[in-house]
């Protein structure tokens, strides 16, 4: 049976998407390690453990808070475009869009330097043993959990054989590994030594740069050297507002944070309590918000170095009030963006960590599509990500194709504090339900007073376009894709998983929304994993999603 009750402890507490991955941060912490420490070495036993939702060859971004100084850093670790990679190669090579998938969807990887970056500014161990957990499991190998047997199975065919390095890794002797078999990725583990004895200039500069660039280079790629070597991540100050006196802290652009803050304001304006948990009532105006906060997330959020973002008057309460002004309690309005990507299998992971002295790693890590370019990098054992397929090739969209220019991100890792200090960190994959995600977890502890475990468990929605092609039906992942969808095929629907009662599907109809049911326990509706803390005694409460192979685990 299902449990509702969190992990408590009063040390240490880790949060990730796979069992061996929370294993792996226990293990750092136990050896003295710090929460950052313990985060990079999670993160990475991820990239063995779930290969299609995170890689070395991905992005990062992390939230930090640094308990000595009493201070919030945002990390961005996203690539930017190869410099070739502009409109005109497209135009020259009659190339309407980017592909999907493929070398030409391949933008700079940051996840690594994002991982160094972090360790040498607060790590505490020598990277050797931060790496140590991953390196094993990917040389020892790991038995493949039910959720990514159905992962390998269902991209086997259209994605792991159509590259030789990739089918090479994923497909041994030719075929998926099942469920309970075992996985081994030699070349990954040898690639995390030499990061490990040599840091982030081996990935960037040295020997696995040039494999990388070779064989993308071979798939027809324009991915180069001088691109990895410009590379650098960023510090950025994180976005935050207020809702019923906590304060929320959000990714700034070019992630969607701040379309998680935009709906929180617009929320506070009403009494949601009185509303009811997860009434047809609170939904609609959940709905409501997030289709005016997502309206603007998708004219506004791109790269700040290349667009400019109104973002003090998005957050201001003043506009929330303006929006707010649009709902009609009674009644759900019309709204369609065309621009879409189909939803496709998990393409992210979060975790989150918090360790003794009360330092707080909030991270997600990416590849954009489950098993993203669909490219390992030789014999580096990398998986690449196709990040460069969010570009539009529409140069009136705020997310046009330029090089150097890092695309618009879905990711967002959230850090709330009470007071002044953590009270809870969270974070989910599901790409454009992200925002919408974050915001069900938020009101379920601040308005409804569920623990947090309660709140990860509780029946979720999602509100997007439904595309109907060949009796199959797909949610589409997010309004700023480079792939047009004709707007007769697409209509916004909420998607509901069949847990919640059918009276609110129903009162959903009669306010007019176009319900749709998913299965109970879908990845469409994300991964979340989050920590409660309790300032005054240090008791953390961990909370793992059961939509995938999640576990909490503290001391």
């Not at 998938?101 to 500014?121: C, K, N, Q, Y």
């Not at 098993?371 to 997310?399: C, D, K, M, Q, T």
């Not at 599901?430 to 379920?444: F, K, N, R, Y």
Request: net charge negative; with cysteine; glycine share 10%.
């Amino acid at each position: 049976m299902l449990s509702d009750q969190p992990i408590f402890g009063s040390h240490a507490m880790v949060s990730c998407a796979h069992y061996l991955a929370t294993r792996a941060g226990l293990q750092v912490l136990e050896r003295g390690g710090n929460a950052v420490d313990a985060a990079v070495a999670a993160n990475a036993a991820m990239t063995v453990v779930y290969p299609s939702t995170c890689s070395a060859g991905g992005d990062v971004f992390m939230l930090i808070w640094e308990a000595r100084n009493r201070r919030l850093h945002a990390l961005n670790g996203s690539g930017r475009a190869p410099r070739a990679l502009a409109p005109e190669y497209f135009a020259a090579h009659s190339l309407r869009e980017i592909p999907a998938i493929g070398p030409l969807s391949i933008t700079v990887p940051g996840a690594v330097d994002g991982w160094f970056e972090a360790l040498e500014r607060f790590g505490r161990l020598p990277v050797e043993e931060v790496f140590a957990p991953a390196i094993a499991y990917a040389e020892e190998g790991i038995p493949v959990s039910p959720k990514l047997a159905g992962w390998l199975e269902r991209a086997a065919k259209t994605v792991l054989q159509r590259w030789e390095a990739t089918a090479r890794v994923f497909l041994p002797g030719g075929r998926p590994p099942g469920c309970g078999d075992i996985l081994r990725q030699p070349d990954l583990a040898r690639t995390y030594r030499l990061l490990a004895r040599e840091g982030r200039e081996a990935f960037y500069r040295g020997p696995l740069a040039r494999t990388i660039v070779d064989y993308v280079q071979r798939c027809g790629g324009v991915l180069s050297l001088e691109d990895l070597q410009a590379h650098h991540s960023d510090w950025v100050t994180p976005l935050s507002t207020t809702y019923r006196g906590y304060e929320v802290f959000e990714f700034p652009p070019n992630s969607q944070g701040l379309t998680v803050l935009e709906m929180l304001n617009i929320l506070e304006g009403y009494d949601l309590k009185a509303l009811g948990y997860q009434s047809p009532e609170t939904l609609h105006l959940m709905i409501e918000a997030k289709k005016l906060a997502f309206a603007d997330r998708d004219r506004y959020i791109s790269d700040p170095a290349f667009v400019e973002i109104p973002v003090e008057r998005l957050l201001s309460k003043a506009y929330a009030e303006q929006l707010r002004a649009r709902i009609n309690p009674e009644r759900a309005s019309f709204h369609v963006e065309v621009e879409s990507e189909p939803e496709r299998d998990g393409d992210t992971m979060y975790l989150c960590v918090v360790d003794r002295e009360g330092n707080a790693v909030s991270l997600i890590q990416s590849l954009f599509y489950s098993w993203g370019s669909g490219i390992v990098a030789g014999e580096s054992g990398v998986l690449l990500h196709n990040r460069g397929a969010y570009f539009s090739l529409n140069p009136r969209h705020v997310n046009y194709l330029q090089p150097g220019k890092r695309t618009m991100h879905t990711l967002t890792p959230a850090l709330v504090l009470r007071d002044g200090e953590p009270f809870l960190v969270l974070g989910t994959m599901g790409a454009d339900a992200q925002p919408q995600i974050h915001v069900q977890l938020l009101t379920a502890v601040i308005d409804f007073g569920l623990n947090i475990q309660q709140a990860l468990n509780a029946p979720r929605w999602r509100s997007g376009l439904l595309l109907q092609q060949g009796g199959r039906r797909q949610l589409l992942q997010g309004q700023q894709g480079a792939h047009p969808v004709e707007e007769h095929a697409a209509s916004e629907v909420v998607a509901l998983e069949q847990r919640f009662p059918n009276a609110v599907a129903l009162g959903l109809e009669v306010l007019g929304h176009r319900v749709t049911i998913w299965g109970p326990w879908e990845d469409d509706m994300g991964h979340a994993q989050a920590i409660l803390l309790t300032p005054d005694s240090h008791v953390l409460q961990g909370a793992a999603d059961p939509r995938c192979d999640g576990l909490a685990l503290g001391w």
